[in-house]
């Protein structure tokens, strides 16, 4: 099962919108709701920021959305704050009865 | 509040074997579906393993099948991941997750998330 794609990298300013695409395919992302999110910030363990491809833990900030469309699955963050700076991973159920990774997206506030 | 604690991380030589434990409390254990998902030293994440409340259904990354083992002791609240045949490429600091409920398809997500084991194999 080979990894989802994710950008290396993303940049916006403080109060923009961002988002980070997670392209995957049939025999996953786009054959499946359960793509989740994680973001981990440098040190520390991943938190879960997405679900099951929409859905917001309790105690998310409502900045975060997910969305999928086909093959591609997306996280937008709106007004961007610097505590937002942090790694993202996106994972989804495959076919094969298993979960895969996304490569990670290193988001940077300028 | 959810707590998950891994230990058994070591220093191992290539071909030797490891155990790792989770020791898992602030919830009902034997309600949920648990995983190992791993991260090599600047690398992304990777899923590992993951087992079902009950430990009757188990799944493995294609890169440890057959070489590494879940288990779960529900008596206990504990994880368990045997790890043999150790290989370079193994090296990681391996999460002990919380997965979905019993009710639920096992693999849709992790929370939370212990804070890591690291296990390091070379010569």
């Known amino acids: 099962q080979s990894a989802l794609t994710q950008p290396a990298s993303v940049s916006g300013s403080p109060g923009q919108s961002i988002t980070i695409s997670c392209t995957g395919t049939?025999?996953?992302?786009?054959?499946?709701?359960?793509v989740s999110w994680y973001q981990q910030h440098p040190g520390k363990a991943p938190k879960l920021i997405i679900s099951d491809v929409t859905n917001r833990p309790s105690g998310v900030s409502n900045r975060f959305s997910g969305s999928k469309s086909g093959n591609t699955a997306s996280l937008t963050i709106s007004g961007l704050q610097a505590e937002d700076e942090a790694d993202y991973y996106c994972s989804s159920y495959t076919s094969s009865d298993s979960r895969v990774f996304g490569g990670g997206t290193k988001l940077t506030v300028l | 509040e959810v707590e998950l604690v891994e230990s058994g991380g070591d220093w191992v030589q290539p071909g030797r074997s490891l155990r790792l434990s989770c020791a898992a409390s602030?919830?009902?254990?034997?309600?949920?579906?648990m995983h190992w998902v791993r991260q090599a030293p600047g690398k992304g994440l990777e899923w590992v393993s993951g087992i079902n409340w009950n430990g009757g259904k188990m799944g493995y990354a294609a890169s440890v099948k057959g070489r590494f083992t879940i288990s779960r002791d529900n008596a206990k609240n504990s994880l368990y991941l045997q790890m043999n045949s150790l290989r370079g490429e193994d090296t990681a600091l391996y999460y002990c997750t919380k997965g979905p409920p019993w009710n639920e398809l096992m693999y849709k997500w992790s929370d939370p998330w212990g804070q890591g084991t690291l296990v390091t194999v070379a010569s």
């Open positions: 602030g919830f009902t254990f034997d309600d949920y579906a």
């Open positions: 049939s025999s996953d992302v786009n054959g499946y709701n359960y």
